[in-house]
């Protein structure tokens, strides 16, 4: 059964079998070189803290929707719903092994990775990948309020639940804006926006982490903290096919957490 009632809403529903592009149990062979991952979380509420087996070292070095400035060394991160991220693995150590990716919060093996038995091929990454100029020195002027609400039954933004014959905001194209996102509730929501690559500003007036500093389109928002991200939308959206911004938690949205906005 999908989805049974308020509980499953309120938690969004996680399944018992793990599938990787849509196969259980799955199995990759790669050669012992670096080997660059291309990951979506593509699960409808589940959030993942990935790392490799045995804490083995990788590098993050692209988010949703850009390069990070820089490879970012990691031992695992957190994918939430709908988020991207590109990681590289150094699979020369591990030639004719076997190593897993694997959900540290379950800890669940996601998929196998067999290493090629051949001469393994070592190279380093590039110190800096790309600079980001989208929203250097912009103080934007205009801010806009988001709160998620949480409560039993009602799950919406700014205490409003979609509604598809409503415009929530109208936004000026081209112009910067601040959005603040205040996560009063208890469960963790992943604010996708629509129509735009932001960058998050701070976390509870902090700086984001390394890894979190590329070009995004979804935000993971924490219980009671405030996220700002800066946003700018470059294409016109009209009553008739408005932009939205949401929860991508699945049984988040579909209950209501989730509003439309025009581009004029
Ligand atoms: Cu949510």
């Known amino acids: 059964m999908y989805k049974q009632g308020m509980h499953d809403t309120m938690m969004g529903v996680t399944g018992n079998t793990m599938m990787v592009n849509g196969v259980v149990d799955p199995v990759v062979e790669v050669d012992p070189k670096l ?3 291309r990951i979506l979380n593509g699960s409808n509420a589940r959030i993942y803290d990935l790392m490799f087996d045995g804490g083995h070292a990788f590098h993050q070095i692209a988010g949703d929707s850009s390069f990070l400035p820089e490879p970012v060394g990691l031992k695992h991160f957190i994918l939430a ?37 051949t001469v393994p091929q070592s190279s380093t990454l590039p110190q800096k990948l790309i600079t980001l100029k989208e929203y250097e020195g912009v103080k934007p002027k205009n801010t806009r309020e988001f709160t998620l609400n949480m409560s039993m039954g009602f799950l919406g933004i700014n205490e409003k639940q979609m509604d598809m014959h409503r415009i929530d905001e109208v936004v000026k194209k081209d112009t910067y804006e601040i959005w603040k996102i205040w996560n009063p509730s208890p469960r963790q929501h992943p604010f996708h926006v629509h129509g735009t690559a932001f960058k998050i500003v701070s976390r ?18 924490y219980p009671r903290q405030k996220v700002e991200i800066m946003v700018v939308f470059r294409h016109l959206a009209p009553k008739e096919r408005p932009y939205m911004y949401h929860c991508h938690i699945l049984e988040h949205e579909d209950a209501g957490m989730m509003g439309q906005f025009t581009v004029v």
């Open 35 to 37: 080997v660059r991952f």
């Open 81 to 117: 719903t709908a988020e991207r991220a590109e990681i590289v693995m150094d699979m020369s150590r591990f030639a004719g092994k076997t190593l897993y990716l694997g959900d540290g919060m379950g800890n669940r093996r996601l998929l196998k990775i067999v290493v090629k038995n």
């Open 204 to 221: 509870d007036g902090k700086p984001p982490k390394a890894n979190e500093q590329g070009l995004k389109d979804t935000v993971l928002v």
